[in-house]
């Protein structure tokens, strides 16, 4: 491994670890709010043909976006409406594939979305699937579709980045499916800065995310394309053993790095994470051509978390003022620390949060919001109704220092009780500081708004501790754990009214292509390794959460690493040179046993 080649803004092995410390605390101005269960309901529109079996069924509903402007980020108005792309299936079936979502442009109301039925046609299979993206309206009006083609005809998840043009039709109040080609695979992965399915293959043994998907379209003040989306890193700053001891990937004190590098050697399953884990955001440029887009140039991720996290997915680039906001979900379990995900389940029973960083360029130097990227954590456990995942922020028209957050509620495959679909969540305010803090406002919208105005707040659906859950789901046991030991109440801020936003124009009519390709499915994440019972289980004191605050590290240059100059290191020479850095620093008398 180089230790000088480049890896963009870095999540460290600190910043995880906070994150985690910062989710375990319900700290309001990041924890998603209560939502009051009993408003909570399936999405009506998700009664529709399944695109298997052809037959009406009640579908879960997971990830989903809007078709937006590509360069302001703001909800397209196409024709009058509001057009929301969605992931799609049966309840505990391999079933995801994408479905069109319509209603008049700026109606709130969850029970007026109507379903276009899946935009690649019935007659799919799970062996063909397709997973998140985003979308953009052409200059002729049809959509631009950017999504994952996932082949699982070798029992694995090989996933492709791909583009396809949608032709809608409008008449009588109804929205149609009137075509769908130029369906493409634009980008796999490069070898170098991302890695491929057959390098993955190559290493795998079974332990290791692979990650081609989620691309996001953003434009430039310049006219100019990009895909943000999820990867992980290639050759350039690869997995491996190595990233153990980079002192670069672990962003604390002298002693803290020491003292980390060490539970990583002395822990068996941390050791196997930090090895395989090389999660990436990454970034790519594409051609002029619209309605058939290629890659012109690939980069260097714009967030790597080697040695960290092996999956940070969903990224969403939102343009506020002159600033980029970059955003992207996580599940911490998909980390190295176990010590640190592991408080985060005992806390809440939850361990999923939303990252962000903002810079100055699209391409540019990511800073870490909130010091750690943190944004938004987990607030219930993740058996309950109300639980939420895969944070998508939109921006609020008229402000440039917020976003409303969408997401879904995270109950497939009946997790939460039968009958209690994965459905849409509530949407939220989250307001930007200008200091690189962030606040969750306690403004909260019928589930599936996606466009903030004078009639979006929703009191109604804002819950308390006492009312985010159904009876019998307060102690009810989930099957990696029995949670919400230490839940808090938390009461987000109220924040200022927005303005009302100002109504986009509608695109011009659209053409109508020739007919389409018929794509294809994916498995569910791998479910991560089951602590025991914790009421049979030792709980170390360090998982305990008390009210008071968690002592930070001194703040360090995020330059300070392990030597580098000169001929590569052995690990036992890095070894030592971190502990004579720890002696120096701290003396041997003051050096902590770990509990």
Known sequence: MDNNAKAGTRLTYRDFQSVAETLAKQDPNYAVPFFNAAQIKNMPAAYTKDAQTGEYADLDIWDSWPVQDAKTGQVSVWNGYQLV??????????????????????????????????IFGHNATPLRQEWSGSATVNSDGTIQLYYTQV??????NHQKIASAVITLDHTNN????????KDHVIFEGDGYHYQTYQQWVATNKGADNVAMRDAHIVENDKGER?????ASTGKE?????????????????AEYNTKSLFDILGNDDIKSRATWANAAIGILKLNNNEKYPEVAEVYTPLLTAAMVSDEIERPDVVKLGDKYYLFAATRLNRGSNDYAWMRANYAVGD?????????????GDYKPLNGSGVVLTASVPAN??????SYYAVPVAGYNDRVLVTAYMTNRGGVAGEGKNSTLAPSFLVQINPDGTTKVLAKVTNQGDWIWDDSSENPDMLGTLDTAYLPGEKDKPIDWDLVGYYLKDHKPARGNDPKKPTTPEDPKKPTTPEDPEKPTTPEDPEKPTTPEDPEKLFVPEEFIVTDEPTPEDPEVSRSAMLPQAGEKQSPI????????ALMMSFGLAKTKKRK
Do not use: C
């Open 573 to 580: 020479a890095m070894i030592l040179a971190g502990m004579s």
């Open 226 to 230: 990009y895909l943000v989306f999820e």
């Open 174 to 181: 109804t929205v149609s499916i009137a075509n769908v080609d």
């Open 151 to 156: 082949d699982t005809t070798k029992g694995t």
């Open 237 to 253: 700053n690869y997995q491996g053993e190595d990233q153990i001891f980079n002192w670069k990937n672990y962003g604390g004190s």
């Open 384 to 389: 309950w109704r109300t639980a939420t995942y």
């Open 351 to 363: 361990n999923v949060a939303m990252l962000g960083y903002v810079s100055d360029e699209l391409t």
């Open 85 to 118: 792309i969605a992931m799609m299936g049966i309840p505990s079936e391999n079933d995801s594939h994408l479905y069109l979502l319509y209603n008049k442009y700026g109606d709130n109301n969850f029970a007026n979305w109507k379903n276009a039925g899946p």
